[in-house]
């Protein structure tokens, strides 16, 4: 940061919503930007990091007209990581609180769209696409794990994209966690934007029950034979507790989102049931919460 200072000239008026995008190069930051826009967000587009001081300040000057910024960074702009991180910390020890929301997909679906748009990665060089994505994962580790927003996009189009960003930025909730929870299939991967993960495989599975197996974890007979099963209630209140002591340090420390992961074998019967026993619980602590089935289908 340097000399750099953050000078508002807000008054008695409230700081800018500031939130960053930034992430992998194919991940969807254009996208993102546009539903951002969409919702009377002002988007600057690729902005340096050492500029958002300036821009808080001109946002400042508008006396509440420009009300919400995010700005677009690429990996592209100098000193990137160390410049990114040490802005949004300067801005947060001003009380101006700086969001950052990290796109992310894995490297099948990042090719797929760069071979699909016959384009070279930004960072590609003389190499292969390839040595571009593992260029640009590795440089933005830092900022990656200091996001308080990650979004795996590998299985969403634009549509359902744009639908998670107004979920998450369609509506301003004072001092509210928002969460996701997500059912999922080991089978198939662990969500790469989990932030917490719970296996239900230690339940028995309703596949092998043949009446149940066609049915899924989001049907009333295969809900109850999931919850009257030995350790099942127990997983439930003992994680409700676990996540009443995260929920309040993360509005502690400023973090608006969180996703819950919830496994099963294919993601079909057992994580489904609990992840909507879960999304309810949660509900019932005061979130806005958004349940997501992953795999359901899928088999």
């Not at 590609?124 to 927003?149: F, K, M, V």
Request: hydrophobic share 40%; aromatic share 6%; with cysteine.
């Amino acid at each position: 940061m340097g000399d750099e200072q953050v000078t508002t000239n807000l008054g008695d008026a409230l700081p800018p919503e500031i939130v960053v995008v930034t992430g992998m190069s194919g991940a969807g930051r254009s996208t993102a930007a546009r539903a951002l826009e969409d919702l009377d967000w002002f988007v600057v587009d690729n902005l340096p990091p050492g500029l958002l001081p300036t821009m808080i300040d001109l946002a400042g000057r508008t006396h509440g007209a420009v009300s919400r910024v995010a700005a677009v960074v690429d990996v592209r702009s100098m000193a990137f990581t160390q410049d990114l991180l040490s802005t949004v910390e300067e801005l947060r020890t001003r009380g101006i609180g700086a969001r950052v929301v990290f796109l992310e997909a894995g490297d099948d679906a990042l090719v797929r769209r760069f071979e699909g748009v016959r384009r070279p990665h930004p960072l590609q060089g003389d190499g292969r696409l390839t040595d571009g994505i593992t260029r640009e994962r590795e440089l933005l580790r830092a900022i990656r794990g200091e996001a308080d927003l990650v979004i795996d996009t590998s299985q969403l189009n634009v549509h359902q994209l744009k639908a998670k960003m107004v979920g998450f930025f369609g509506e301003a909730k004072e001092a509210r966690l928002r969460a996701n929870v997500v059912s999922f299939g080991f089978k198939y991967g662990l969500p790469v934007d989990a932030d917490l993960v719970i296996d239900c495989r230690f339940l028995p599975n309703p596949h092998w029950v043949p009446e149940l197996r066609p049915m899924t974890g989001k049907d009333d007979p295969v809900r109850d034979y999931v919850l009257a099963q030995r350790g099942a209630k127990e997983l439930l209140d003992s994680y409700t507790d676990v996540l009443r002591l995260l929920i309040s340090g993360y509005l502690r420390e400023g973090k608006h989102y969180m996703t819950l992961a919830v496994g099963c074998t294919g993601g079909k019967h057992r994580s489904v049931a609990m992840a909507e026993q879960f999304s309810a619980r949660l509900r019932d602590e005061g979130l806005d919460v958004n349940a997501i089935h992953r795999d359901l289908g899928r088999e």
